[in-house]
């Protein structure tokens, strides 16, 4: 492998040039809520591209009460490395639940067919709120519904 280093600036000298860090994009966050009008998430990151799809939870100790993570596209999820169980609810592109994993324990993987993209929320929380496949969620920005 050759490798090389630009040593010839504009200023005349003959330091490195070091490229500077881009600044990491901070995840956009949007609010889920039922067709019922229940508050399923009501802060919500939302990790579309690969780097912060694959990350997900991992290094997290939980979520809090109100908070979740759409991964989009997301077939199927794994919770290798996590550190506590979750709720994973699977919707197709028309934003209809396909199916749930309650209290998805760390080491395991869940899919769905025809899903679209995965929302991970703290366990139990779709049991508590009635969540069931054929549901429609609607996605809103954050700032918007405040």
């Known amino acids: 492998m050759v490798a090389f280093l630009a040593t010839?600036?504009?200023?005349?000298?003959?330091?490195?040039?070091?490229a500077r860090p881009r600044l990491r994009r901070l995840p956009r966050t949007v609010r889920v809520v039922a067709d019922d009008g229940a508050v399923v998430c009501a802060r919500c990151e939302v990790a579309e591209r690969m780097i912060p799809r694959m990350r997900g939870l991992l290094g997290r100790d939980g979520l809090g009460l109100g908070e979740g993570m759409l991964l989009r596209p997301a077939p199927s999820i794994m919770t290798f490395f996590m550190r506590f169980p979750i709720d994973v609810v699977f919707i197709d592109k028309a934003q209809t639940i396909v199916k749930i994993a309650h209290s998805l324990r760390p080491w395991r993987t869940v899919g769905a067919r025809r899903?679209?993209?995965?929302?991970e929320l703290p366990a139990g929380t779709a049991a508590a709120l009635g969540l069931e496949p054929g549901m429609t969620l609607v996605l809103a920005d954050d700032a918007t519904t405040q």
Do not use: N
């Open 8 to 18: 010839d600036r504009d200023d005349g000298t003959d330091r490195p040039v070091v």
């Open 115 to 119: 899903s679209a993209a995965a929302l």
